[in-house]
C-alpha cells in the first residue's frame, strides 16, 4: 500500500475538470520573491525540470523587465519543452512586443481591478481598465498567442465590474481568465461564492492566482476548481511575494492522494524540484513544510518509530518514494530498543541484548546532554558500550 487516508473523504461526491491545467510560476511570482534572483542557467534548469514533472504551462518570466529576463524567456521557449511557455505583460502593446520577440506561446496580460489599485496605483477609472483589456487581448490575439487575461486583485473587485471586464476579455478572445487573489484575502466560501458567480456570466476558462497569506492559497485553489475554476498556478515551494503562492507540491499532493485526482504529473521529482528552487533561491525549505520539508518522513518518538519499522503507513499518510523523498529514523530522547536495533542493522553493528539496553540508555543521556544523535555519534556510543 502506497497511501492510507481518512474513508470520510467523499471524493465521489466532488466534480473535479478533467482539463485543469496547472501552470506554474516559480520563475515570474517566485523571482519576485524579495532578495530572489535566479541566474540564466537556474532559470533554465528549474523549466527543465517542471518539464520532467510533466506540468502543463511554465510563466517564464516578465521580458519587458529587462534585457537578460528577455534572453532567458527566450532560451526557455527555444528549449523544445512540451510545457507551453508564458510570459507576463502588462496590458502594453510595447510589452507584448517583447513577449512575442521571446517566440513564447503565450502571455498572461494584467492589469489592477479593485477600486484602490485603479485609485491608488494605476490612476484610471473601470472604463480606462476595460479599454486597457481590449486593447492588450486584440494585440495579443491579432498575433497568434495563447492569451489570459489576468484581474489583479480581482477577489477584492466589484463582481459586476469584474463581470464586465471578464466578458469584455472573452468577446476579444482570450483564452482564459484569471482571478487573482493578490493580497491573499479570501476565503474558501469566498471563492467558492465568486467562481460560481462568474461561470454563470461566462464560457471562457477560469483560472487562479492564490496568494498564501492566511495559509489558504492551496485549499482556496482546490475550492475554487470544484466551483468551476479550470486552472491553477503554483509555485515550487510556495515561493513568491509575501507568504507566497498556492504550493505545487502540497496542490498536486492533495489533488492526488486526499481527492484522489492523478493528473499524470511525476511526482517523483517533486524532492528534486523542490531542492533545485532552494538552491537557486536562497531559500531554505523549513523542516515541517508539508511534502518537502525534512521533516516530513523522518520519525523520531520510541512509540512511532516502533511502529514504523512494521507499518509506515502508522505514521504516514503516504510513503516518501511518492515524492522523491526518502524515510529516516532519528535517535534521540524517545528512542526504544526497536529502533536502535533498525540503526545498528543499518550500520552493519552486531550487539548482545545486554549491550542493546545499555545503548539505548547512552542514546538518550547524549541526547539530553545537547548532543545530536547522528551516524558518528552513535557509532561512538556503540564502540564505548562494547569494551
Ligand atoms: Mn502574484
Not at 500500500?1 to 470520510?8: E, K, V
Not at 479593485?114 to 477609472?125: A, F, R
Not at 479550470?230 to 502540497?250: K, M, P
Not at 521533516?295 to 512511532?304: A, D, K, P, Q, Y
Amino acid at each position: 500500500m502506497q497511501y492510507f487516508i481518512s474513508h470520510y473523504n467523499k471524493e465521489s461526491e466532488l466534480k473535479f475538470p478533467d482539463d485543469l491545467i496547472i501552470y506554474d510560476t516559480t520563475l515570474r511570482d517566485g523571482e519576485q520573491t524579495p532578495g530572489v534572483c535566479f541566474s540564466f542557467d537556474e532559470k533554465l534548469e528549474i523549466a527543465r525540470k517542471l518539464d520532467q514533472f510533466k506540468i502543463h504551462q511554465i510563466e517564464a518570466g516578465f521580458p519587458i523587465v529587462s534585457e537578460k529576463e528577455k534572453e532567458t524567456v527566450k532560451a526557455i521557449a527555444s528549449e523544445g519543452l512540451n510545457a507551453d511557455i508564458i510570459a507576463l505583460t502588462r496590458t502594453k502593446p510595447g510589452d507584448i512586443d517583447v513577449a512575442l520577440d521571446c517566440d513564447v506561446d503565450g502571455i498572461i496580460t494584467f492589469v489592477g481591478t479593485s477600486d484602490i489599485h485603479l485609485d491608488h496605483k494605476m490612476h484610471i477609472t473601470r472604463q480606462d481598465a476595460i479599454n486597457l483589456c481590449e486593447t492588450a487581448v486584440d494585440y495579443a490575439k491579432d498575433h497568434g498567442l495563447y492569451v489570459a487575461f489576468s484581474a489583479e486583485d480581482a477577489t477584492r473587485t466589484d463582481i459586476d465590474f469584474l463581470k464586465r471586464i471578464y466578458s469584455k476579455a472573452e468577446e476579444c478572445g482570450a483564452d482564459r481568465v484569471h482571478i487573482a487573489d493578490t493580497t491573499g484575502a479570501i476565503t474558501p466560501e469566498g471563492i467558492k461564492y465568486l467562481v460560481s458567480e462568474l461561470v454563470k456570466d461566462l464560457k471562457v476558462m477560469l483560472a487562479l492566482h492564490c496568494h498564501n497569506d492566511f495559509g489558504l492559497a492551496v485549499i482556496n485553489s482546490i475550492t475554487g476548481v470544484l466551483a468551476g475554476a479550470r486552472g491553477i498556478s503554483t509555485t515550487v515551494n510556495g515561493l513568491g511575494e509575501r507568504a507566497g503562492n498556492a504550493s505545487l507540491e502540497e496542490l498536486v499532493m492533495a489533488l492526488k492522494i486526499l481527492y484522489g485526482k492523478d493528473y499524470g504529473f511525476k511526482t517523483k521529482y517533486i524532492k528534486e524540484l523542490s531542492d533545485i528552487v532552494s538552491k537557486a533561491s536562497g531559500l531554505e525549505v523549513p523542516y515541517n513544510k508539508p511534502v518537502v520539508g525534512n521533516n516530513v518522513f523522518r520519525h523520531e518518538s520510541g512509540i512511532h518509530v516502533d511502529a514504523v519499522i512494521e507499518e509506515p503507513l502508522c505514521y504516514e499518510p503516504y510513503v516518501p518514494e511518492l515524492v522523491g523523498q526518502k524515510r529516516q529514523l532519528v535517535l534521540g530522547k524517545h528512542s526504544g530498543c526497536r529502533a536502535v536495533r533498525a540503526k545498528l542493522n543499518e550500520c552493519e553493528l552486531d550487539v548482545t541484548d545486554d549491550e542493546l539496553i545499555e545503548i539505548v540508555r547512552q542514546v538518550k543521556k547524549s541526547r539530553e546532554e545537547g548532543k545530536y544523535i547522528n551516524d558518528q555519534v552513535f557509532k561512538e556510543i556503540v564502540k564505548k558500550t562494547k569494551k
